[in-house]
């Protein structure tokens, strides 16, 4: 690959997605770019950048940006975050949120949606339907095809074992030929939108719980600040992020701190000019979700 085409894939995924790509990963460039390239009949990656330096085709922008995206996922993924928002986050959210009864959660870079079913069927496990309780759970990616896969709830046996109990698996899923199908009462409480971190985050809302892990490890440090800020001005004062094994806030923002005790939980800091506001409504909303509870993971 030729210097300037590697330049000019390189500085549209900066732009696009936040990802920064050092001439080492010039492999995965090489990799991910080619079938985008067959797509558009263009027969090499140096036709694709010219095109992309030339013509400025949206679709073809998000076809580049959308092949870098990194789509690594798998249910209860590291599985400590999960435990620390059942036995930690949630029963304080139950108490401060007693007089609304109203939580939402964010996945962001929801992948194919591992994560966000993760969490709602931690959420179902409770059986608390009867209390009226009305929980959002909302996953957000880049990528308008992962979301579409996402959205159908459907995993092959390979993914379903990758993190997930079996009991979860017998109690929330059904055989379909070679495909594993989520239950729909747990797919429809999740709601996929296509989002990219990078710009106004506010037609989500506000959110009580953030799941933003293994994202910021693809940025450099500049974006990975204006992302922090980003998501807490999505954020009431008593919020929580979670962050990924490998990352932190120290040194990047200090729009969050850690909790000492709760190893990759992250609280704001700074006064939100948010907080206390009315939550709005999703205005992409397309269908209305039973309100669900939450309670234990364990047998």
Same mark, same amino acid.
């Given at each position: #690959? $030729?210097?300037?085409?590697? %330049?000019t894939f390189a500085r549209l995924v900066k732009t696009e997605s936040g990802l920064s790509m050092t001439p080492d990963k010039a492999y995965l460039l090489d990799s991910r770019l080619r079938p985008v390239a067959q797509k558009w009949n263009l027969s090499s990656l140096g036709q694709l950048a010219e095109a992309l330096r030339n013509q400025r085709n949206a679709e073809q922008i998000r076809d580049v940006t959308e092949a870098m995206t990194v789509n690594e996922s798998f249910f209860f993924r590291d599985a400590r975050p999960f435990d620390l928002l059942r036995d930690h986050m949630?029963?304080?959210?139950?108490? !401060?949120?007693?007089?609304?009864?109203?939580?939402?959660?964010?996945?962001?870079?929801?992948? &194919?949606?591992? %994560?966000?079913?993760?969490?709602? #069927?931690? +959420?179902? %496990?409770?059986? $608390?339907?009867?209390n009226g309780w009305s929980v959002d759970i909302i996953g957000t990616d880049i990528s308008?095809?992962?979301?579409?896969?996402?959205?159908?709830?459907?995993?092959?046996?390979? %993914?379903?074992?990758?993190?997930l109990p079996a009991k979860l698996l017998a109690k929330y899923f059904t055989r379909q030929g070679d495909k594993w199908q989520i239950a729909d009462p747990v797919r429809r409480s999740v709601q996929f939108i296509r989002q990219n971190l990078l710009q106004d985050l506010s037609r989500l809302g506000m959110f009580d719980v953030v799941f933003c892990r293994n994202v910021l490890i693809y940025f450099d440090i500049e974006t990975k600040a204006k992302v922090l800020a980003a998501i807490r001005r999505q954020m009431p004062a008593d919020g929580y992020l979670m $962050?990924?094994?490998?990352? !932190?806030?120290l040194g990047v &923002?200090?729009?969050?701190?850690?909790?000492?005790? +709760?190893?990759?939980?992250?609280?704001?800091?700074?006064?939100?000019?948010?907080?206390?506001?009315?939550?709005?409504?999703?205005p992409f909303a397309q269908e209305t979700k039973p309100p669900l509870q939450y309670g234990s993971l364990r047998s």
């Open positions: #690959m $030729l210097p300037a085409d590697f %330049e949630l029963p304080t959210l139950r108490t !401060t949120r007693a007089s609304t009864r109203k939580l939402r959660i964010w996945s962001a870079a929801a992948s &194919s949606g591992q %994560e966000a079913y993760s969490i709602a #069927m931690l +959420l179902h %496990e409770g059986g $608390l339907t009867s308008t095809e992962i979301l579409n896969r996402a959205r159908g709830g459907s995993y092959t046996s390979f %993914e379903v074992q990758r993190g $962050l990924g094994s490998a990352e !932190t806030v &923002s200090d729009a969050f701190t850690s909790l000492p005790t +709760l190893s990759g939980v992250f609280v704001p800091t700074k006064p939100n000019s948010t907080v206390g506001a009315e939550r709005k409504p999703l």
